[in-house]
């Protein structure tokens, strides 16, 4: 039976006196669904955590221990296999279609163990590991950034012919876990490092580094492989850093944006994205965390899905 209630305290609009703080994985879902949003600011616990966020989870915080140096090299499978088990025992998990859970396994210990010689390879003198930011965008309105990476290239580093950072500059990376590399237009577009480029622009002085020269994605392939024998797991590795950079005008586009979410969520606008008759967020092979616990219908009536209360949700 539909139960029919609404819950307003999910999307409530907010006054100009409330503080709003986003975050880019909260911009990035903007993006996808505003009302995947909403769930996510209140803090709706999907039906099971996605197998590909603990996988990520787990990688980066090997990746985080060892360039901390608190996890040696010849650790470094062993600390993923460790921190996965650990992650995939907190709640029911969903598996990706593609994948079973021994096979990201794998392909995660095989990342893991090749990723200090690929981060030796970079040249790049940490500075900043995992280190919080925070950007005013409007009055009481903030985005808060958790910046994966950001260090000082220790010789010149030479992409596509030219020299994107000489040695003594800053540079900003972001681990990443996918199936297929970014591209260059992602890497040049992608909001997320605007901010951290931003981010990291406003702090150099106070940091003592120069401002950012180049950043990007460092990204570890997940192949698709279904047998954990498979030949194509070979292609679990680390790719080359697909540089970029950002432009003043790059950042003034990514504030604007940000300022039309955070406006949203203070009018309390979180309608569902309906998508494309094909491959739409709520059913996708990519499919929403929160299909199967959305609401229904708008504000003047939502209604939650058959079997679950309120109390399921929040
Ligand atoms: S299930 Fe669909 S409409 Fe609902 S939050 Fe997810 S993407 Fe949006």
């Known amino acids: 039976m539909t139960v029919f209630y609404n819950p307003t305290s999910i999307f409530n609009s907010l006054s100009d006196e409330v503080v709003v703080e986003l975050s880019p994985t909260q911009i990035l879902k903007s993006q996808v669904c505003q009302r995947s949003l909403g769930y996510y600011r209140a803090r709706v616990k999907p039906l099971a955590t996605p197998l590909n966020l603990v996988f990520g989870s ?11 140096g608190f996890i040696d090299r010849d650790q470094m499978e062993k600390q993923f296999s460790n921190e996965f088990f650990r992650l995939s025992m907190s709640g029911l998990i969903s598996m990706a279609k593609s994948k079973t859970r021994d096979i990201n396994e794998v392909i995660g210990k095989r990342l893991a163990k090749q990723f200090p010689e690929f981060f030796d390879n970079l040249g790049l003198r940490p500075v900043i590991i995992e280190g919080a930011f925070k950007l005013r965008i409007a ?8 910046i994966d990476f950001v260090g000082i290239a220790e010789r010149d580093i030479v992409f596509n012919g030219v020299v994107i950072a000489a040695k003594g500059d800053t ?6 876990t996918a199936a297929a590399k970014e591209g260059a237009l992602f890497a040049g577009i992608a909001l997320q490092l605007t901010f951290y480029w931003e981010a990291v622009r406003l702090a150099c ?8 020269a180049a950043c990007g994605f460092a990204s570890g392939l997940k192949p698709n492989v279904s047998k954990a024998e498979s030949d194509s797991l070979s292609k679990a590795i680390w790719m080359p850093v697909q540089w970029t950079k950002r432009t003043a005008s790059d950042v003034e586009e990514a504030f604007d944006y940000a300022r039309v979410v955070a406006s949203r969520i203070r009018r309390g ?12 967020p709520c059913d996708s092979q990519t499919r929403c965390d929160y299909a199967g616990l959305c609401l229904e219908g708008s504000k003047r009536g939502y209604k939650i899905p058959s ?5 399921d949700l929040v």
Do not use: C, M
């Not at 009055?139 to 958790?146: D, E, M």
């Open 307 to 311: 079997g679950f209360t309120l109390a």
């Open 171 to 176: 540079v900003i990376l972001d681990w990443k």
């Open 58 to 68: 787990a990688l980066h915080w090997v990746v985080e221990g060892y360039i901390k």
């Open 139 to 146: 009055p009481n309105t903030y985005i808060n950034l958790v």
């Open 269 to 280: 606008e979180f309608h569902r994205t309906s998508g494309a008759a094909y491959n739409s």
């Open 205 to 212: 002085q106070q940091l003592g580094i120069k401002e950012p």
